[in-house]
């Protein structure tokens, strides 16, 4: 198949995954970075909800089909924080600032109460307004200073229970594997064809 799909993300290390990822489906992404910019205003209370607004948002502006990924980090000891504020965390969408304020809030926790784990949630929208969601999940522990340096956000924070190492030692590749976002994506994928259409 060959199909051209517009991911509403700012971000860049989303945007490399999901070209990995979408590549050997013959799928060419494109992100808002190929398009003058326009405004999203990510004001949901949950992960489908923001997902489902950056879609309509920029499904309405571009008048296209387009696929958005709101996740996030969910620390047990926090209550789920920082959850869906994972990108503002701090205050100002910084990597650096987030995983300072998250090894601060969890200063003096003990390894076996450090539980976490990466939501995402995938929803797409075309312009007749059909609409597919998707989630994914990958649990782990919270490190007590940062470790590796692939990735993007949380990773180098996140240990991966199931592969035990830090995301932050994973490449593009083997993160996508067992990614929060990996699997929404293949969830994603499983009804795309239904979704998509012809
Ligand atoms: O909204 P877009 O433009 O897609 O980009 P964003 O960075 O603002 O993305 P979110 O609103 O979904 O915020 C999620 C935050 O959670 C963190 N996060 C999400 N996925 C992650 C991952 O795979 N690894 C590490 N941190 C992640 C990271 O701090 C993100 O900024
Ligand atoms: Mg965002």
């Avoid at 990924?69 to 969408?93: F, I, K, T």
């Avoid at 601060?104 to 109460?113: H, I, T, Y």
């Avoid at 993160?175 to 969830?187: D, T």
């Amino acid at each position: 198949m060959m199909a051209t799909l517009v991911i509403a993300t700012k971000n860049p290390g989303k945007a490399r995954e999901f070209k990995e990822m979408l590549a050997p489906a013959g799928i060419e992404v494109k992100t808002l970075a190929d398009f003058a910019p326009f405004e999203i205003i990510e004001d949901g209370t949950s992960f489908e909800e923001n997902a489902t607004i950056k879609a309509q948002t920029a499904s309405a502006h571009l008048h296209l089909p387009v696929l958005a990924d709101d996740s996030g980090l969910m620390v047990d000891a926090l209550d789920g924080e920082p959850g869906v504020r994972s990108a503002r965390y701090a205050g100002d969408h910084d990597d650096a600032a987030n995983n300072a304020k998250l090894l601060a809030k969890l200063a003096g926790v003990p390894d076996q109460q450090r539980t976490a784990h990466f939501h995402t949630t995938i929803v797409g929208i075309k312009p007749d307004g059909s609409k597919l969601v998707a989630h994914g999940q990958v649990h782990g522990h919270i490190l007590h200073e940062l470790t590796g340096t692939h990735g993007f956000g949380y990773d180098p924070l996140f240990f991966v229970d199931e592969l035990q190492t830090s995301m932050g030692n994973l490449t593009d590749t083997q993160k996508n594997q067992i990614s929060h976002r990996g699997r929404a994506l293949r969830e994603f994928m499983a009804h795309f064809n239904e979704w998509w259409g012809e």
